[in-house]
């Protein structure tokens, strides 16, 4: 048998190895706690850093500007003296980002629900690695696409709009085209699309499967088990997910570039043709682009910076809400 001085010596050295590994663990902890706050750091550093040099060279253009800003739908900061308003560029920009989230969160909600609770197993895989592989395609390839190819049919959609739907304002209007609003919002929800899906696909797979089992047990049909069971607690992933899409569809530049075409003025008819985004705008004008109207598309990037902050802000707190769901 072992001894009394045997087994306390024992003792000793398993509590000197717990004390070692428990002043392991806490050092590592240490490590992981700096590295993640400076991290964060890092990210705000960056993008005070952003809006540090937009204002810094977009103030000389504003106070060159001899129009209002905000509310003026002329664009010529290479007049004399240069004249410039982001209104017209706010509306394309917010109404076109969220008519591509409306079109895209519906459908890509059904595709990451049929994915996850009614394709068979070997098909969900693949269907969600073709999903996921829209989010790789380059935005010039989507561009050139809606020129060439999704703009030919617009136009015979955007005419049968406007016949049945004529008497709504959005869609009312005398000469429905081509490359309007419609049709990049349309360009825009096919590439916000594998975002929305992908977060919710993965938000459905973490529901917990006793509540699915349990809502089956009772005798609910699939469909009402994803209404009382899976949409309640993705709910904040859904949201969080279009939300990111919206941004997403903000910032969008070549493909809007390719598809809209510029004319003058805030039109509420989505279907003619014309409008412009800040994006595109940018996109379009800085090549040619004086001093001055460099200051200005600079200013106008400025707006948008601070929208997309915004939205994101608005996600956070919508996700933020419901963090019982989660």
């Given at each position: 048998m072992m001894s009394e001085t045997g087994v306390g010596a024992a003792a000793g050295v398993d509590r000197r190895a717990a004390a070692r590994r428990m002043s392991t663990g806490r050092a590592g902890d240490k490590i992981f706690v700096s590295a993640a706050r400076g991290s964060g750091i890092i990210v705000l550093l960056i993008m005070a850093a952003i809006a540090v040099f937009l204002v810094w060279k977009a103030v000389p253009a504003l106070q060159d500007n001899k129009a209002n800003f905000l509310t003026a739908e002329e664009w010529n900061p290479n007049a004399t003296?240069?004249?410039?308003?982001?209104?017209?560029?706010?509306?394309?920009?917010?109404?076109?980002?969220?008519?591509?989230?409306?079109?895209a969160t519906p459908v890509a909600v059904g595709i990451a629900l049929f994915i996850s609770f009614y394709s068979p197993r070997r098909l969900a895989s693949g269907l969600g690695y073709v999903v996921d592989l829209l989010a790789a395609v380059p935005s010039i390839v989507y561009g050139l696409w809606g020129l060439v190819f999704l703009s030919r049919h617009m136009e015979g959609i955007s005419t049968f709009l406007n016949s049945v739907l004529g008497w709504i304002p959005i869609f009312g209007g005398d000469s429905p085209g081509k490359n309007s609003i419609f049709t990049a919002s349309v360009v825009l929800a096919i590439m916000i699309l594998p975002i929305i899906s992908s977060i919710s696909r993965e938000?459905?797979?973490?529901?917990?499967?006793?509540?699915?089992?349990?809502?089956?047990?009772?005798?609910a049909t699939r469909w009402e088990t994803i209404r009382m069971a899976v949409l309640p607690y993705g709910r904040s992933g859904m949201i969080g997910g279009a939300m990111l899409g919206l941004g997403r569809a903000m910032g969008e530049t070549i493909a809007v570039a390719m598809v809209l075409t510029f004319?003058?003025?805030?039109n509420i008819h989505l279907l003619e043709n014309g409008g412009a985004t800040f994006a595109s705008n940018i996109a379009n004008s800085f090549a040619e682009a004086s001093t001055t109207g460099r200051g200005a598309l600079i200013a106008s990037g400025l707006v948008l910076f601070v929208i997309t902050l915004l939205v994101n802000m608005a996600a956070r707190a919508v996700v933020a809400r419901r963090k019982e769901f989660v």
């Amino acid at each position: 048998m072992m001894s009394e001085t045997g087994v306390g010596a024992a003792a000793g050295v398993d509590r000197r190895a717990a004390a070692r590994r428990m002043s392991t663990g806490r050092a590592g902890d240490k490590i992981f706690v700096s590295a993640a706050r400076g991290s964060g750091i890092i990210v705000l550093l960056i993008m005070a850093a952003i809006a540090v040099f937009l204002v810094w060279k977009a103030v000389p253009a504003l106070q060159d500007n001899k129009a209002n800003f905000l509310t003026a739908e002329e664009w010529n900061p290479n007049a004399t003296p240069p004249r410039f308003g982001i209104a017209q560029l706010a509306f394309g920009t917010v109404v076109s980002s969220l008519l591509a989230m409306l079109i895209a969160t519906p459908v890509a909600v059904g595709i990451a629900l049929f994915i996850s609770f009614y394709s068979p197993r070997r098909l969900a895989s693949g269907l969600g690695y073709v999903v996921d592989l829209l989010a790789a395609v380059p935005s010039i390839v989507y561009g050139l696409w809606g020129l060439v190819f999704l703009s030919r049919h617009m136009e015979g959609i955007s005419t049968f709009l406007n016949s049945v739907l004529g008497w709504i304002p959005i869609f009312g209007g005398d000469s429905p085209g081509k490359n309007s609003i419609f049709t990049a919002s349309v360009v825009l929800a096919i590439m916000i699309l594998p975002i929305i899906s992908s977060i919710s696909r993965e938000v459905f797979l973490q529901v917990p499967r006793a509540n699915v089992e349990a809502a089956l047990a009772l005798g609910a049909t699939r469909w009402e088990t994803i209404r009382m069971a899976v949409l309640p607690y993705g709910r904040s992933g859904m949201i969080g997910g279009a939300m990111l899409g919206l941004g997403r569809a903000m910032g969008e530049t070549i493909a809007v570039a390719m598809v809209l075409t510029f004319v003058p003025g805030i039109n509420i008819h989505l279907l003619e043709n014309g409008g412009a985004t800040f994006a595109s705008n940018i996109a379009n004008s800085f090549a040619e682009a004086s001093t001055t109207g460099r200051g200005a598309l600079i200013a106008s990037g400025l707006v948008l910076f601070v929208i997309t902050l915004l939205v994101n802000m608005a996600a956070r707190a919508v996700v933020a809400r419901r963090k019982e769901f989660v």
